[in-house]
């Protein structure tokens, strides 16, 4: 089975979000960026693949130069190969189309996308991505199983979880489930070295429209201090909450 | 060219999320100088719609749309856009919308912007500001398509009462066996329940309530509000409660009228996770706790005492209020 995990480089969870001109651009001062979390569950599940089945995987990311570091990482925990995508990741429609160029050119038979990346939260591309590769599709996947050509999936639905029979070419929408949080990898060192032998090829994009443009950021305007309301005046609160805030 | 909403149901009858679509499609509506035509799957009664501005309803009877299924709805949504020739599309963001706007997207050409949490700013260029960087931020974005799918963050533009009379036609959608290669085995759902996607009021507890024996009082109060319950990441990775509570970056974002935060610190991912929600309440020991500087109201106090009184006084509140 070919496996190719889409890797998002994203600012690290901790990180306090600023915008530089004009409030246009994202401040990457002093950020700390990672690959996205719900990549990162979809990566060990892809790595689980690998050491159990003799899968082999790719990762792929479309973006710029810095976004290498972010590739090696994979690498270093243990994929095969990476492919950068050779563009700015701006619209994911755009995106989503760079990747289905390079799924296509790959022969995969399984790609494993976060459900959604944490930084424009578009959650669109997984969804995007199966449609332009005529793949099937299973969002917000906690759970897959693979045998032969033959997929079980669960995915996270409002209020509970649906199991669902489906089959390969299969893309999947992952995120927190896929693995258990404590077997996420973190590179060893060993790893690391092996990670600079790997081959991390550079492409060009192709041809895609950009179907929307992200003009301008804002930040939520700054909070009130809060009203602290006695432990023992609970009817205070209560009183808040229906006649201030009215939400009671 | 009217616009089109795609109003979600569950057994028959609608979500609220959907007469939240519909008074957010009908102020697009508004704004463009045209009418609302609602497609409803499998609804026993469509007439409802017509209390929040839709016009008309393009009503699908069909088996093999029982369950959802993102390629068949999002050709039964395709095919109702073209048949209506509509250029805007409104969507919820409740998990299934989320899953079949993008397929949709790729089958009108459409630019899709999901998280909307406020009408648009302007309808040319058709400008919405959505939510960015797991609520850290907003983004104002331009979908530059002719086509355009809208999907709109739960909570965020409320219910608006726009009565009218609305016609309901039967549509019959063409849906080839293609679209239906993920097969539903199972539903595992708990009945009954509020979700957090649906909740106008939530209630999330963390590691203060030092272990899962102790949550039968969120529940409780959950249970006294009509809200769902939610934990912090650390609960849900003890396995004191399910990961579909875990609210935060990496787990469910929560847009309700109502935060109440029991026990949590509130850590950063956490706070991302809520901050789209609109009154936060935090009970917790620690006065220091990063969660009262994001909190509107608060309490310093043991969630052992507190909640329980809260739990009385607000079924006082309501019997005198029913």
């Known amino acids: ?248 | 060219m009217s616009v089109l909403v795609y109003t979600e149901s569950e057994q028959g009858k609608f979500k609220k999320v959907a007469f939240e679509v519909a008074s957010y499609a009908k102020e697009v509506a508004n704004q463009l100088g045209t009418t609302v035509t609602a497609v409803a799957i499998n609804i026993e009664d469509a007439s409802e719609l017509a209390n929040y501005g839709v016009d008309k309803v393009l009503n699908v009877s069909a088996d093999s749309l029982k369950d959802f299924n993102a390629k068949a709805y999002a050709s039964t949504l395709r095919q109702a856009a073209e048949k209506e020739g509509a250029k805007v599309v409104i969507v919820s963001s409740s998990t299934d919308s989320k899953t079949l706007a993008p397929i949709l997207a790729i089958n009108l050409h459409a630019g899709y912007a999901s998280n909307v949490v406020a009408a648009p700013t302007s309808t040319n260029p058709f400008t919405v500001k959505r939510t960015a960087f797991t609520n850290k931020a907003f983004n104002i974005t331009e979908i530059n398509s002719d086509v355009k799918i809208v999907g709109v963050s739960n909570n965020s533009f409320g219910l608006v009462e726009n009565s009218g009379a609305a016609t309901v036609e039967s549509f019959a959608p063409s849906l080839d066996d293609s679209l239906f290669g993920v097969k539903v085995d199972s539903v595992d759902k708990v009945s009954g329940k509020v979700t957090i996607a649906d909740a106008d009021i939530v209630v999330s507890a963390g590691r203060g309530l030092k272990g899962p024996e102790n949550w039968g009082m969120i529940e409780e109060l959950a249970d006294v509000l009509g809200a769902a319950t939610a934990c912090s990441k650390p609960v849900s990775d003890l396995g004191w409660r399910p990961h579909g509570e875990h609210v935060g970056q990496t787990g469910k974002p929560v847009a309700a009228n109502l935060y109440i935060a029991i026990g949590i610190s509130g850590a950063i991912q956490h706070l991302a996770g809520i901050n789209a929600s609109k009154v936060k309440v935090v009970i917790n020991t620690d006065p220091e706790a990063p969660f009262f500087k994001a909190a509107d109201y608060g309490i310093v106090g043991d969630a052992f005492e507190v909640v329980p009184q809260l739990i009385e006084k607000l079924k006082e509140f309501k019997a005198n209020n029913a």
């Not at chain 1, 443009?213 to 309301?229: Q, S």
Request: charged residues 25%; contains cysteine.
């Open chain 1, 1 to 248: 089975m070919k496996i190719l995990v889409c890797i998002s480089h994203v600012p690290d969870t901790t990180s306090k979000i600023n915008f530089t001109e004009g409030d246009t651009k994202f401040d990457t001062n002093g950020v700390q960026f990672v690959i996205n979390p719900n990549d990162e569950f979809g990566l060990t599940r892809a790595m689980w693949f690998k050491e159990k089945q003799g899968a082999t995987v790719d990762v792929v990311n479309v973006g710029g130069a810095e976004t290498e570091s972010t590739l090696r990482k994979a690498l270093a925990i243990g994929a095969d190969g990476a492919i950068r995508v050779n563009a700015a990741a701006t619209d994911g429609f755009f995106v989503a189309k760079q990747l289905a160029e390079v799924a296509k050119n790959g022969g995969y038979d399984l790609i494993i996308a976060g459900r959604e990346s944490i930084d424009y939260n578009g959650g669109m591309v997984p969804g995007m991505l199966a449609e332009l590769i005529g793949a099937n599709f299973v969002n917000n996947c906690i759970n897959l199983e693979v045998d032969g050509t033959a997929a079980t999936a669960i995915r996270e639905i409002d209020g509970g979880k649906e199991t669902s029979s489906t089959s390969l070419p299969l893309v999947i929408g992952g995120q927190k489930g896929l693995v258990e949080e404590s077997d996420l990898r973190i590179p060893n060192m060993r790893g690391i070295m092996m990670a600079r032998k790997k081959p991390l090829n550079v492409v060009e994009p192709t041809d895609a429209e950009k179907e929307t443009t992200a003009v301008k950021f804002e930040k939520p305007a700054p909070r009130g201090a809060v009203k602290l309301v006695d432990a023992g005046n609970i009817d205070e609160l209560i009183s808040l909450l229906h006649n201030e805030a009215k939400v009671i």
